[in-house]
C-alpha cells in the first residue's frame, strides 16, 4: 500500500469581472464657420478621456478617417448632383417632347385648312349652293333660300324660327329642313320668308355685313369656294359709289390671286417702294429684304 504525503490541494483561479467601457459625453458645438476648431475640440477631448496618441499610428488613423470621410462626402454630392442633372434632363426632353407635340398639332391644323381649302365647292349660279334639301344664292347684300315643299303646302303647316345668327325651317310635325346657326349675323328687320306657289318656301335674309361673300348657309354645310364668286356686273350700277369701289377692288384682287398676281394692296406698296429708291438714289437698296 502506497502512502502519499505532502498533498497540497491545487489552487483555484478566480477570473475577476471585466471592466465596463466608460463612456464619456463631448458637449463640443459645430460651427459652420470653423470646422476644422469643432475637430480640434473633438480630437483634445480624445486625448485627455482615452489613449489616443499612446498609439504611434494614431496619425496615419486619423488622415485615413479623413479620407475615408472626403470620399463618402464626395460620392454623396456626386449622386445629388447626377440626381438634379437627370431631373433637369427629363423636363428638359418633357418641354422638347411637348412643344414637339405643338408643332404636330399646328401641321395637323395646317393640313385641316388645307383639306378644308380644297374642299370647297363651286359656287352655283347665283354665288351659293345647290344642297340635297334645299338650295341657296347671294349677293354682297343679302342671302336668297330656295326649300321645295310638297305641292299644296299651307302657311299654317310651317314651322318657322328666325334669329340674327340662327335659322330653323321645316315642316310641322317633321324633323327641319335647316336648323344651325348662320354663317355671319342678319338683319332681322329686313329679312323676311313667304310661301311660293304653295311648293316652295323662300327667306331673304339681310346680311348685317354687306363687304363679305358667305362661305356657308348655316354651320356644318359645305363651303363654297369664294375665290370663284362672280357677282353680276349689271348689278353694280345699282351700288353706291364708295360700295362700288370697293367690289370692284374685291373682283380685281380675286382674279389677280388666281392668277399668282400682285393684288391692288401689292401694287401700291410696289409704287410707294419705287417712289421711296428715287427719291433716294444714295441708298443701297441691293441686298435689301421686302416683306
Not at 437627370?86 to 391644323?109: D, L, P, Q, R, T
Not at 350700277?237 to 380675286?254: A, N, P, W
Request: one cysteine or more; charged letters at 35%; glycine letters at 4%.
Amino acid at each position: 500500500m502506497a502512502i502519499l504525503t505532502d498533498y497540497e490541494e491545487p489552487a483555484v483561479t478566480v477570473a475577476k469581472p471585466a471592466t465596463p467601457p466608460v463612456t464619456k459625453q463631448f458637449a463640443g458645438v459645430l460651427d459652420t464657420s470653423n470646422p476644422l476648431g469643432f475637430i480640434q475640440s473633438a480630437l483634445e477631448f480624445a486625448a485627455r478621456e482615452s489613449k489616443l496618441f499612446e498609439s504611434d499610428s494614431v496619425f496615419n488613423e486619423v488622415s485615413s478617417l479623413v479620407r475615408v470621410v472626403k470620399t463618402k462626402v464626395d460620392d454623396e454630392e456626386k449622386k445629388k448632383r447626377e440626381k438634379i442633372e437627370a431631373e433637369e434632363k427629363k423636363k428638359s426632353e418633357k418641354k422638347v417632347n411637348g412643344n414637339g407635340a405643338v408643332k404636330e398639332k399646328e401641321k395637323e391644323s395646317v393640313k385641316s385648312e388645307e383639306k378644308k381649302e380644297k374642299a370647297a365647292l363651286a359656287p352655283n349660279a347665283g354665288n351659293g349652293l345647290d344642297m340635297e334639301n334645299y338650295s341657296w344664292t347671294q349677293s354682297l347684300q343679302e342671302v336668297t333660300i330656295n326649300i321645295p315643299v310638297p305641292l299644296g303646302t299651307k302657311s299654317r303647316s310651317i314651322s318657322f324660327e328666325m334669329k340674327k345668327k340662327h335659322l330653323k325651317v321645316g315642316l310641322k310635325g317633321q324633323p327641319p329642313i335647316i336648323d344651325g346657326e348662320l354663317y355671319q349675323p342678319i338683319k332681322l328687320d329686313d329679312s323676311i320668308w313667304s310661301l311660293e306657289d304653295q311648293k316652295c318656301i323662300s327667306v331673304l335674309l339681310s346680311k348685317q355685313d354687306k363687304m363679305q361673300w358667305w362661305k356657308y348657309l348655316v354651320k356644318g354645310d359645305p363651303e363654297v369656294d369664294t375665290q370663284q364668286v362672280e357677282p353680276e356686273s349689271s348689278k353694280l350700277s345699282d351700288l353706291d359709289g364708295e360700295t362700288r369701289s370697293t367690289v370692284e377692288k374685291m373682283m380685281f384682287d380675286q382674279r389677280q390671286k388666281q392668277m399668282g398676281l400682285p393684288t391692288s394692296d401689292d401694287m401700291q406698296k410696289q409704287d410707294m417702294l419705287k417712289k421711296f429708291m428715287e427719291q433716294h438714289p444714295e441708298m443701297d437698296f441691293s441686298n435689301a429684304k421686302f416683306a
